[in-house]
């Protein structure tokens, strides 16, 4: 059985860090894909950064570039999402998700985690 859980959320101060880390088991995890997604209030789940398999490779959303730095360590199973400079426009349940593709619609996602909430206070 596959299972994503994640980790690290909390509340912070707009201009503050957190790191989400995400950690899986029940598949090979290097043979995947990892992405992170977020989910505010009232909004759809959208793409926020992913990582192709071996970490070679990123891609993130516009508004979290130079902010976010997505990374994995495949001997661990974990994906992790550090998130400098935050926003209270970035409060938002956070989701780690599998993808045996490279894709940022969340649609092509097979596995997700159950959520992380992070709260960015101004």
């Known amino acids: 059985q596959v299972q994503l859980v994640e980790s690290g959320g909390g509340l912070v101060q707009a201009g503050g860090s957190l790191r989400l880390s995400c950690v899986a088991s029940g598949l090979t995890f290097s043979s995947w894909t990892m992405g992170w997604f977020r989910q505010a209030p009232g909004k759809e789940r959208e793409f926020v950064a992913r990582?192709?398999?071996?970490?070679?490779?990123?891609s993130y959303k516009d508004s979290v570039k130079g902010r976010f730095t997505i990374s994995r360590d495949n001997a661990k199973n974990t994906v992790y999402l550090q998130m400098n400079s935050l926003k209270p426009e970035d409060t938002a349940d956070y989701y780690c998700?599998?993808?045996?593709?490279?894709?940022?619609?969340?649609?092509?996602?097979?596995?997700w985690g159950q959520g992380t909430q992070v709260t960015v206070s101004s």
């Open positions: 998700a599998a993808d045996l593709g490279y894709h940022s619609d969340p649609n092509r996602y097979d596995y």
């Open positions: 990582i192709t398999r071996s970490g070679g490779s990123t």
